[in-house]
Nanobody, 113 residues
């Protein structure tokens, strides 16, 4: 089992990014997938989740600014974030919320002017 996150970057406040997470080693379409983030000095938190049937949930801090989606044919989950704020600065990871597997390296989003 393997998770590889990508798409992070340094962006200005108000900018947008799309993160990707490529999964392998398990039946991707059968599992809920989530995006997590860990800011410096803080615990890792779940920010968005997508069920196998496509149902989504978001934490309040990103709701309305973020869209999680999945492409089962590519074993990939995405997180599109708009209106980025400095407080979105963190390393972003993906995983299976209800059956975790080893974490990937994550991808860094830095929001700064």
């Amino acid at each position: 089992v393997h998770l590889v996150e990508s798409g992070g970057d340094l962006v200005q406040p108000g900018g947008s990014l799309r993160l990707s997470c490529a999964a392998s080693g398990f039946i991707f379409s059968s599992y809920a997938m989530g995006w997590y983030r860990q800011a410096p000095g803080k615990e890792r938190e779940l920010v968005a989740r997508i069920a196998p049937n496509g149902e989504t949930n978001y934490t309040d801090s990103v709701k309305g600014r973020s869209t999680i989606s999945r492409e089962n044919a590519k074993n990939t989950v995405y997180l599109h974030m708009n209106s980025l704020k400095p407080e979105d600065t963190a390393v972003y990871y993906c995983n299976r919320p209800f059956a975790k597997i080893p974490w990937g390296r994550g991808t860094q989003i830095a929001v700064s002017s």
